[in-house]
């Protein structure tokens, strides 16, 4: 399958309402918080408190015990009488690896399988002796992938390497696993020396002890190759004693006598003979061989140490018998367990002053990192003294398990020496062999072996902090967490106790191993938290008289063998499993109970204990309590806030506990892997086969949960909410598991399998997955149906996949007929329910795939689903419409309903690319007018969404389609244009649309308003243009409007602000033809708004000295001042001589064109071209240049200006015969005579 997998917001995902449900309902138990506690444990440094310790607890009841024989594999008989025969020496030990054990008869090798004494596997090309057999990891790139391991075998003559095979057998478990060895020419000269050990690193390294010397096997020289001569390298000696004959090399001062390496850490140790430990880093990468330090002085260490106590250690008596590594999953700080033969335990660490530091590693350790920072000490920390014969549960084998010895036990701790020991995450094994002293009271010689583990009763009882009942929590009904409290402070006070057992061996022990040698410091140290379905850890101890196998029990089996012993039956009993519940808590024993209950389902011989588990569960499991009310405090109305809380049971608690250690195994893992090399193949098959056991435990938990539905009915105190959330959840796994392994074949490298259940972006991974597999399958089975895939997921997983999720899922579908539809209706049909279906699922969509939907349907021509979707999506992600109040609210700063208005704008935007798109095709004619008016109509008058009305008027405006939108008619335009929309253009708009409607008197109001508003950036001539506009259409008949008076009222108000309009543009005009600053700065302002007359007379025409306009007004307004008046117009004529003069030319001809042009302007107007006045000023100003002028002047220039001859004649009469003052001098009254004659002959 594939598919484009793409990073999105979280934002982005609308949750589905069911299965989002369903997780929130479960995340309210946080899962991940159950995992993380399951999974913490205390750092061993935080449990050894003190220089030294030493407590143990006794096991009071035989089904308690920790470690418990399972069956003893007995040494073929073949074996045993050629050891019978032996002739030189016999050595002996264990592969775990591949299940063998060894043993080496003088130059013969056999190796048989231990798990039922078959399979002898013999090697007898060596003449020689065989000293020690080794398995190891090969150097990677040199064998085949067939080869798993080198088997390296030690003569002193040579050190050879073997090729391992492993075939898999039809149990596929390893215990019939098929080995093959192969001969390879890989050899190196021992030179008589004796190995006794041989270990190998990761990386294939090899490292062999011998005659107290460190040697390495070099078996790829440079310039070597497969087959060619390998070398042993002495890392302990001198560099020049290579080349020295073995007759002149010198002993060792200090003899190895073994190693312990940490492949983790990439740390090898060296323990001398004389209980010094040295420290070699072997670097990050594995292949360098650097001396770190050397503690020579452990013994006065340790007697520092336990200088507190009441141990005395003897220097005669202090040897370290073995050393061990201390894995990462068990601590951080300490790394070297060092075991005495008298059971002393030595703790060391290679990090000076580690205890101190608050981490001893830059970053977290997992199994698959190396530690950032180099040893560069070895220090003692701790001393933990052996237990106590009074600590310890001696016990003999018999058949059927431990017993208790009979009669007086021997006290198997103060006589004795450990020759063989095993210690791995908190487990430890040693093998002691009876003294001198005892071996007087006994006929032969015996070995008992020495087991120790931790206590997880008293860890539980520690973390805990004494309360085992519960929880120890209170938490709402949303059940908020299931924690123990605070476990970093718990912590802080917890020690190491442990359990200790005596048992008598039945041979003497060569070896002790793990079964699974894999899980080598990886296993869980909280041993609590493993189900049945988990293997126990198993131990072999290898004697002389064959295999034994013991089993360490855990919790869970301990109360499983309880169950056993006791038949189910639990009143008899009721004491010993009150004392479980006990020492456990009441949440872990139920927990443990669902695991056997779960574990033996299909076990039919286990029916009783089932039944008896179910009992305990229910019986044992408690009962919720309801909390007292909590005041939190007052609110703004006074009143006392309270929550009520909730105890919950035993029982469910107990179910949530198990219920995350069920999908811990994979809820962390990565659900799809590159599968390109061989190893991601592995990694994904191991992913699978934990997919299916994770799959078949939760169907277990699922059909006890059937089983019992009171249970989380009741659980839930009748509220709804909660009484499917559990079962919810799991029915949610258990049928998503079932669907991923067929998806696992994509390359997805992050997607976790909790992210896939639990987030966002799990969630739109999911759909992307989806929707390619209806891309590859769904239209190469169309002959069977284009929706085999959402039927599927219907029927098959409906918890996971909710109704929207089918819905979208099968959209999908149909637009994937539609592309491959070859009828155009099936086309088109297809396309209509495809949209159908999107819309049930809208809010589901994520903007990325909305967008996408909407670009096919634009490439199907199908644009009517590119408005109508985003515009569905855009109602259900907002159903109150919180982004039209926002934007009502004028978009307040850190409002919440900004995200809802994002919301929506984001949709609108797929509208408006659709509609820009059609447009285009338009333009390029790849469509028709018809189609495009239908896709728009469909935006304009298709829904009542009014953000989106406003948002797309919006748009209109944005691309120049003004004219367009004049033609809409929707209840939303008008007071969008009203409120939205810059008041100039809003009225620009809406006395066009008016006018298109026929609407006069409403358009001429607005271009009125256009006009006359103030500052809106209008100059005056566009005012000018504005008013006459509105003179038009006030003057057209609007049959809308009944009153014909407002629109005569109205087109006479228009035709007076006309006149006063153009007296203000005159003015403009004549102080921009002045020029100057002053001036400019006049015409500027005229053009901020139309003036009253008033405002145009004081403000401009009189304070600028625009004599013209000032008559004018005078004239418009009817305002008549005779002094004013005359002072008007001899500043005209002072002015008219000045100008002249300036000029060079004569002042009469410039007059007289004056007067013609304010004569035509002004006449008649008695109150500003009085001809009386005018004629008087005239005459006089002529009777003084009478010499200059011709008689006449003044008459020819009135009558030029419209003043018709009568008037003249009447007004020369009057000053004639009524010899005003000013002509009363001879002179002045002969000129005047001469002008009325002048006057009277003219009229003839």
Same mark, same amino acid.
């Given at each position: 399958i &594939?598919c484009?997998?793409?990073?999105?917001k979280?934002s982005?995902?609308?949750?589905?309402?069911?299965?989002?449900?369903v997780?929130?309902a479960?995340?309210k138990t946080?899962p991940d918080?159950l995992?993380?506690?399951?999974s913490?444990?205390?750092?061993?440094?935080?449990?050894?408190?003190?220089?030294?310790?030493?407590?143990?607890?006794k096991?009071?009841s035989q089904?308690e015990?920790d470690?418990?024989?399972e069956n003893t594999?007995i040494i073929?008989?073949v074996?045993?009488?050629?050891i019978?025969?032996l002739q030189?020496?016999?050595?002996?030990g264990?592969l775990?690896e591949i299940k063998r054990?060894w043993?080496t008869?003088?130059?013969?090798?056999c190796?048989?399988?231990y798990?039922?004494g078959t399979?002898?596997t013999w090697?007898d090309?060596q003449?020689?002796?065989?000293?020690?057999?080794g398995?190891v990891n090969?150097r990677p790139?040199?064998?085949?992938d067939?080869?798993?391991?080198?088997?390296?075998?030690t003569?002193?003559?040579a050190?050879s390497?073997?090729?391992v095979s492993v075939t898999s057998?039809?149990?596929n478990d390893?215990?019939d696993d098929q080995?093959?060895?192969?001969a390879?020419?890989i050899a190196?000269p021992a030179?008589n020396?004796?190995?006794?050990?041989v270990v190998?690193t990761?990386?294939?390294r090899?490292?062999l002890?011998?005659d107290?010397?460190l040697?390495?096997l070099?078996?790829?020289?440079q310039g070597?190759w497969?087959?060619r001569?390998s070398?042993?390298?002495?890392?302990?000696a001198?560099p020049?004693?290579a080349y020295?004959?073995?007759?002149l090399r010198?002993s060792p001062l200090?003899?190895?006598?073994s190693i312990a390496l940490?492949?983790?850490?990439k740390?090898?140790y060296?323990?001398?003979?004389?209980?010094?430990i040295?420290v070699?880093?072997?670097g990050a990468?594995g292949?360098d061989?650097t001396?770190?330090a050397?503690n020579t002085?452990i013994?006065?260490?340790a007697?520092?140490?336990?200088?507190q106590?009441s141990t005395?250690?003897d220097t005669?008596?202090?040897?370290i018998q073995?050393?061990?590594i201390?894995?990462?999953?068990e601590?951080?700080k300490i790394?070297?367990l060092?075991?005495?033969?008298h059971?002393?335990r030595?703790?060391f660490?290679?990090q000076?002053?580690?205890?101190?530091m608050?981490?001893?590693y830059q970053?977290?350790m997992?199994?698959?990192t190396?530690?950032?920072v180099?040893p560069?000490?070895l220090?003692l920390?701790h001393?933990r003294l052996?237990?106590?014969?009074e600590?310890s549960?001696s016990?003999?084998l018999?058949?059927?398990?431990?017993t208790a010895?009979s009669?007086?036990q021997?006290?198997?701790?103060l006589f004795g020496i450990?020759?063989?020991?095993?210690?791995?995450?908190?487990a430890?094994?040693?093998?002691k062999t009876?003294?001198?002293?005892q071996? #007087?009271q006994?006929?032969?010689?015996?070995t008992?072996?020495l087991?120790t583990?931790?206590d997880?009763?008293?860890?539980s009882?520690q973390?805990?902090g004494g309360?085992n009942?519960?929880?120890?929590t209170?938490?709402?009904?949303n059940m908020?967490?299931?924690?123990?409290?605070?476990n970093?402070?718990?912590?802080?006070?917890?020690?190491l106790?442990?359990?200790s057992a005596i048992?008598e061996?039945?041979g003497?022990?060569?070896a002790?191993?793990?079964?699974?040698p894999q899980?080598?410091?990886?296993?869980?140290?909280n041993?609590?938290t493993?189900?049945?379905?988990?293997s126990?850890?198993?131990?072999?101890?290898?004697?002389?008289k064959g295999v034994t196998?013991?089993?360490?029990q855990r919790?869970?089996?301990?109360?499983?063998?309880?169950l056993?012993?006791?038949? /189910?039956?639990?009143?008899?009993?009721r004491?010993?499993?009150e004392a479980?519940?006990?020492?456990?808590?009441r949440v872990?024993s139920c927990a443990?109970?669902l695991?056997i209950?779960?574990?033996n389902?299909h076990n039919q011989?286990?029916?009783p204990v089932i039944r008896?588990a179910?009992?305990l569960f229910?019986?044992?499991?408690?009962?919720p309590?309801?909390?007292a009310?909590?005041?939190?405090g007052?609110?703004?109305?006074g009143r006392?806030?309270?929550?009520?809380g909730?105890?919950?049971?035993?029982k469910h608690?107990?179910?949530a506990?198990y219920?995350?250690r069920?999908?811990?195994?994979?809820? &962390?893992l990565k659900?799809f892997?590159?599968?390109?090399d061989?190893?991601?193949?592995?990694q994904?098959?191991?992913f699978q086969?934990s997919l299916?056991k994770?799959?078949?435990?939760?169907?277990h938990?699922k059909r006890?949960?059937?089983?019992?539905?009171?249970?989380?009915?009741?659980?839930?105190?009748g509220?709804?909410?909660f009484?499917?959330?559990d079962?919810g959840?799991l029915?949610?796994?258990?049928e998503i598991?079932?669907?991923?392994p067929?998806?696992?074949?994509?390359?997805v490298?992050?997607?976790? *399998?909790?992210s896939?259940?639990s987030?966002?972006?799990g969630?739109?991974?999911t759909?992307?997955?989806?929707i390619?597999?209806?891309?590859?399958?769904?239209?190469?089975h169309i002959h069977v /149906?284009?929706?085999i895939?959402?039927?599927?997921l219907?029927?098959?997983?409906?918890?996971f996949? /909710?109704?929207?999720?089918v819905?979208f899922?099968?959209?999908v579908?149909?637009l994937?007929?539609?592309?491959?539809a070859?009828a155009?209706?099936?086309?088109?049909?297809a396309?209509?329910e495809?949209?159908?279906?999107?819309?049930?699922?809208?809010d +589901?969509?994520?903007?990325?795939k909305?967008?996408e939907?909407?670009n096919?349907?634009?490439?199907q021509?199908?644009?009517?689903?590119c408005v109508? *979707?985003p515009?569905?999506?855009?109602?259900?992600i907002d159903p109150? !419409?919180q982004?039209l109040?926002?934007?009502?609210? &004028?978009?307040?700063?850190?409002?919440a309903?900004?995200?809802?208005?994002?919301?929506r704008?984001?949709? +609108?935007q797929l509208?408006f690319?659709?509609l820009a798109?059609?447009k285009?095709l338009?333009?390029?004619g790849n469509?028709?007018?018809?189609y495009v008016?239908?896709v728009f109509?469909?935006?304009?008058?298709h829904?009542?969404?009014?953000?989106?009305?406003?948002?797309?008027?919006h748009?209109f405006q944005?691309k120049?389609?003004?004219?367009?939108l004049?033609?809409?008619?929707?209840?939303?335009?008008?007071?969008?244009?009203?409120?939205?929309v810059?008041?100039?253009?809003g009225m620009?708009?809406?006395w066009q649309y008016?006018?298109r409607r026929?609407?006069y008197?409403e358009?001429?109001?607005?271009?009125?308003?256009?006009?006359t508003?103030?500052?809106?950036?209008?100059?005056l001539?566009?005012?000018?243009e504005?008013?006459?506009m509105a003179?038009?259409?006030?003057?057209?008949?609007d049959?809308k409007? #009944?009153q014909?008076q407002e629109?005569?009222?109205?087109l006479?108000?228009l035709?007076?602000r006309v006149?006063v309009a153009r007296? !203000? *543009?005159?003015l403009? #005009?004549t102080l921009e033809?002045?020029g100057?600053?002053?001036?400019e700065q006049?015409a500027r302002?005229?053009?901020h708004q139309?003036?009253d007359?008033?405002?145009l007379?004081?403000?401009f025409?009189r304070?600028?000295?625009i004599?013209?306009?000032?008559l004018f007004?005078?004239?418009?307004?009817?305002?008549?001042?005779?002094?004013?008046?005359?002072e008007?117009? !001899?500043?005209?004529i002072? #002015?008219?001589?000045?100008?002249a003069?300036?000029?060079?030319?004569?002042?009469?001809?410039t007059l007289?064109t004056?007067?013609?042009y304010l004569?035509?302007?002004?006449y008649p107007?008695?109150?500003?071209f009085?001809?009386?006045?005018?004629v008087?000023i *005239?005459?006089h100003y002529?009777?003084e240049h009478?010499?200059?002028?011709?008689?006449?002047?003044?008459v020819?220039?009135l009558?030029?200006?419209?003043v018709?001859?009568e008037?003249?004649?009447?007004v020369y009469?009057?000053?004639?015969e009524?010899k005003?003052?000013?002509?009363?001098?001879?002179d002045?009254y002969?000129?005047? !005579?001469h002008?009325?004659q002048?006057l009277k002959q003219?009229?003839?």
């Amino acid at each position: 399958i &594939k598919c484009n997998i793409r990073a999105r917001k979280v934002s982005e995902l609308q949750k589905e309402k069911g299965f989002e449900g369903v997780i929130a309902a479960t995340r309210k138990t946080t899962p991940d918080q159950l995992i993380e506690r399951d999974s913490k444990y205390p750092d061993l440094s935080e449990l050894l408190r003190g220089p030294t310790s030493d407590n143990y607890a006794k096991r009071v009841s035989q089904h308690e015990y920790d470690f418990v024989k399972e069956n003893t594999t007995i040494i073929p008989s073949v074996l045993s009488d050629l050891i019978d025969q032996l002739q030189c020496r016999c050595f002996m030990g264990i592969l775990p690896e591949i299940k063998r054990a060894w043993v080496t008869i003088d130059h013969r090798l056999c190796m048989w399988n231990y798990t039922d004494g078959t399979d002898l596997t013999w090697y007898d090309d060596q003449d020689q002796i065989i000293c020690s057999v080794g398995l190891v990891n090969p150097r990677p790139d040199i064998f085949g992938d067939n080869i798993k391991y080198l088997l390296i075998l030690t003569t002193r003559i040579a050190v050879s390497v073997l090729a391992v095979s492993v075939t898999s057998g039809p149990m596929n478990d390893g215990t019939d696993d098929q080995i093959t060895l192969i001969a390879t020419d890989i050899a190196a000269p021992a030179n008589n020396v004796t190995f006794t050990q041989v270990v190998g690193t990761d990386e294939g390294r090899v490292f062999l002890v011998g005659d107290g010397q460190l040697f390495e096997l070099d078996y790829l020289r440079q310039g070597t190759w497969f087959g060619r001569s390998s070398d042993l390298i002495v890392r302990t000696a001198k560099p020049y004693s290579a080349y020295l004959p073995t007759f002149l090399r010198q002993s060792p001062l200090v003899e190895i006598k073994s190693i312990a390496l940490d492949n983790e850490r990439k740390v090898l140790y060296l323990l001398s003979s004389q209980s010094g430990i040295e420290v070699y880093y072997l670097g990050a990468n594995g292949h360098d061989f650097t001396p770190v330090a050397r503690n020579t002085d452990i013994l006065n260490s340790a007697r520092l140490a336990c200088r507190q106590s009441s141990t005395i250690l003897d220097t005669n008596e202090f040897e370290i018998q073995s050393i061990h590594i201390i894995s990462i999953a068990e601590s951080k700080k300490i790394h070297l367990l060092a075991m005495t033969t008298h059971g002393i335990r030595l703790y060391f660490t290679h990090q000076k002053d580690a205890l101190r530091m608050t981490t001893t590693y830059q970053q977290p350790m997992t199994r698959t990192t190396t530690p950032s920072v180099v040893p560069n000490a070895l220090e003692l920390i701790h001393v933990r003294l052996p237990p106590s014969a009074e600590a310890s549960c001696s016990l003999s084998l018999h058949h059927g398990g431990p017993t208790a010895l009979s009669g007086q036990q021997p006290n198997y701790q103060l006589f004795g020496i450990i020759h063989a020991a095993y210690y791995d995450c908190g487990a430890l094994l040693a093998a002691k062999t009876l003294g001198q002293e005892q071996q #007087q009271q006994q006929e032969d010689r015996k070995t008992v072996l020495l087991m120790t583990s931790m206590d997880l009763g008293d860890y539980s009882n520690q973390l805990t902090g004494g309360n085992n009942n519960t929880m120890g929590t209170t938490t709402t009904t949303n059940m908020s967490s299931l924690s123990y409290g605070n476990n970093n402070q718990q912590q802080q006070r917890m020690t190491l106790v442990e359990t200790s057992a005596i048992i008598e061996s039945d041979g003497n022990v060569y070896a002790i191993a793990e079964a699974n040698p894999q899980k080598r410091g990886k296993r869980t140290m909280n041993e609590i938290t493993d189900t049945l379905s988990n293997s126990p850890r198993r131990f072999l101890v290898l004697t002389d008289k064959g295999v034994t196998f013991f089993k360490k029990q855990r919790p869970v089996d301990v109360l499983q063998q309880l169950l056993l012993d006791t038949q /189910g039956d639990i009143n008899t009993h009721r004491r010993e499993f009150e004392a479980f519940f006990e020492r456990y808590g009441r949440v872990q024993s139920c927990a443990m109970c669902l695991a056997i209950i779960c574990g033996n389902l299909h076990n039919q011989e286990l029916v009783p204990v089932i039944r008896a588990a179910s009992f305990l569960f229910f019986e044992f499991g408690g009962s919720p309590t309801a909390a007292a009310v909590t005041t939190l405090g007052g609110n703004y109305l006074g009143r006392a806030i309270g929550t009520s809380g909730t105890t919950y049971s035993g029982k469910h608690d107990g179910f949530a506990l198990y219920f995350a250690r069920l999908i811990a195994p994979v809820w &962390k893992l990565k659900v799809f892997e590159n599968s390109a090399d061989r190893k991601k193949n592995e990694q994904r098959s191991k992913f699978q086969a934990s997919l299916l056991k994770a799959q078949c435990e939760l169907d277990h938990l699922k059909r006890f949960m059937d089983a019992n539905p009171e249970f989380h009915v009741s659980a839930s105190f009748g509220d709804s909410r909660f009484q499917s959330a559990d079962q919810g959840m799991l029915q949610v796994l258990v049928e998503i598991l079932q669907w991923l392994p067929e998806l696992a074949r994509n390359e997805v490298q992050t997607l976790t *399998l909790e992210s896939m259940l639990s987030t966002p972006r799990g969630r739109v991974l999911t759909r992307e997955l989806v929707i390619a597999t209806i891309n590859k399958y769904g239209a190469q089975h169309i002959h069977v /149906g284009y929706d085999i895939v959402s039927d599927l997921l219907r029927r098959k997983c409906s918890s996971f996949f /909710g109704p929207s999720d089918v819905a979208f899922y099968r959209g999908v579908e149909n637009l994937q007929r539609a592309k491959k539809a070859e009828a155009e209706y099936e086309r088109t049909s297809a396309l209509s329910e495809s949209l159908e279906l999107f819309k049930e699922a809208a809010d +589901y969509l994520t903007e990325e795939k909305l967008t996408e939907i909407c670009n096919d349907y634009a490439q199907q021509r199908f644009h009517v689903g590119c408005v109508e *979707l985003p515009l569905e999506r855009a109602k259900k992600i907002d159903p109150q !419409q919180q982004g039209l109040a926002y934007m009502e609210a &004028k978009n307040p700063p850190g409002d919440a309903r900004l995200q809802f208005y994002q919301g929506r704008m984001q949709c +609108y935007q797929l509208v408006f690319h659709a509609l820009a798109s059609v447009k285009s095709l338009l333009q390029s004619g790849n469509t028709n007018e018809v189609y495009v008016a239908h896709v728009f109509s469909t935006a304009l008058t298709h829904n009542k969404d009014k953000l989106f009305h406003y948002a797309l008027y919006h748009w209109f405006q944005q691309k120049g389609m003004m004219s367009e939108l004049l033609a809409v008619d929707t209840p939303y335009l008008i007071p969008y244009f009203k409120e939205y929309v810059d008041e100039v253009e809003g009225m620009e708009f809406l006395w066009q649309y008016y006018r298109r409607r026929e609407q006069y008197y409403e358009a001429a109001l607005y271009l009125e308003a256009l006009a006359t508003r103030p500052h809106n950036g209008l100059d005056l001539q566009k005012r000018m243009e504005h008013l006459a506009m509105a003179v038009v259409n006030a003057s057209c008949r609007d049959s809308k409007r #009944q009153q014909q008076q407002e629109s005569t009222q109205l087109l006479q108000n228009l035709e007076h602000r006309v006149t006063v309009a153009r007296i !203000q *543009l005159r003015l403009q #005009q004549t102080l921009e033809s002045r020029g100057g600053s002053d001036n400019e700065q006049g015409a500027r302002s005229l053009d901020h708004q139309l003036f009253d007359i008033n405002d145009l007379f004081n403000k401009f025409a009189r304070h600028y000295g625009i004599l013209d306009e000032i008559l004018f007004i005078m004239k418009v307004t009817g305002h008549y001042d005779m002094i004013y008046l005359k002072e008007i117009w !001899q500043t005209i004529i002072t #002015q008219n001589e000045k100008e002249a003069t300036e000029s060079h030319i004569s002042p009469f001809a410039t007059l007289k064109t004056r007067i013609i042009y304010l004569g035509d302007r002004l006449y008649p107007s008695p109150t500003a071209f009085p001809v009386d006045l005018i004629v008087d000023i *005239l005459e006089h100003y002529c009777f003084e240049h009478k010499r200059q002028l011709p008689t006449g002047y003044v008459v020819d220039s009135l009558r030029s200006a419209g003043v018709p001859i009568e008037v003249l004649l009447d007004v020369y009469t009057v000053s004639i015969e009524n010899k005003k003052p000013t002509w009363h001098g001879p002179d002045e009254y002969e000129y005047l !005579q001469h002008q009325f004659q002048y006057l009277k002959q003219l009229l003839g």
